[in-house]
C-alpha cells in the first residue's frame, strides 16, 4: 500500500507532483532507502543514488475482484497513466518506452539490476516506463509507470526523477 491509497486521481495533481519532484531534491550518493508514513508504514518514497521515485494515486484493492471488474481496473490505471503522459509529452515532447523485461529477468536469476529498477521492483512497479529526458535546464530524466504486485495489490501510478539517463538496459 501506498500514501496515495484512497485519493482521487486527477492529471492536474498527478502534474502537480511531478513537477515538485522533478524540482526537488535527489540524493547524490548512498543505499537506495524506501519511506513510509511514520503512522501507517505506507510507500510514500524510495530514494537511491541519483533518483527518487513517488507514488501518484493508488487503486483500490483487487481482492475478489475478475474478469470485467478486473479489466475495468485496469484501463481505468492504464487511462490514469495516458492522460499524464499525454500532459508530460504535450510540455516535454514525445516519451520514449523503457521495458523492464530484461531487468526484471535479469533480477529474477539472481543478477544485479541497477538501482532505480531494483527500486521500482521492489514497490511492484513492473509496468514499462514512459520517460523524457533530459527535461529542460534541470538535465533530470522523468519517468511514469503503473504496477501492483498480485491479484490482489492495487494498481499504483509512480513517478521517477533521475539525474542519469533511464534507458533500457540493452540500449546502452
Known amino acids: 500500500m501506498s500514501s496515495r491509497a484512497g485519493e482521487p486521481f486527477t492529471t492536474a495533481r498527478a502534474l502537480a507532483d511531478v513537477e515538485e519532484l522533478l524540482a526537488g531534491p535527489v540524493p547524490a550518493t548512498g543505499p537506495t532507502m524506501a519511506e513510509g508514513d511514520p503512522e501507517t508504514g505506507e510507500w510514500t518514497a524510495t530514494g ?3 533518483f527518487r521515485v513517488v507514488p501518484l494515486w ?3 484493492p483487487l ?3 475478475y474478469a470485467l471488474d478486473w479489466n475495468d481496473a485496469q484501463e481505468a490505471a492504464e487511462g490514469h497513466l495516458a492522460a499524464l503522459a499525454g500532459e508530460l509529452d504535450r510540455r516535454w515532447g514525445p516519451h520514449r518506452a523503457v521495458p523492464l523485461h530484461l531487468p526484471l529477468l535479469r533480477r529474477q536469476e539472481g543478477a544485479p539490476v541497477e538501482p532505480l529498477f531494483g527500486a521500482l521492483f521492489d514497490q511492484d512497479l513492473l509496468g514499462d516506463l514512459s520517460v523524457w529526458g533530459p527535461v529542460g535546464a534541470t538535465g ?3 519517468g511514469v509507470s503503473v504496477g501492483h504486485s498480485d491479484g490482489d495489490a492495487p494498481l499504483v501510478l509512480a513517478a521517477l526523477v533521475s539525474d542519469r539517463p533511464v534507458t ?3 540500449e546502452r
Open 48 to 50: 537511491g543514488e541519483g
Open 58 to 60: 493508488e487503486g483500490d
Open 63 to 65: 481482492t475478489g475482484v
Open 140 to 142: 533530470r530524466w522523468v
Open 168 to 170: 533500457a538496459p540493452d
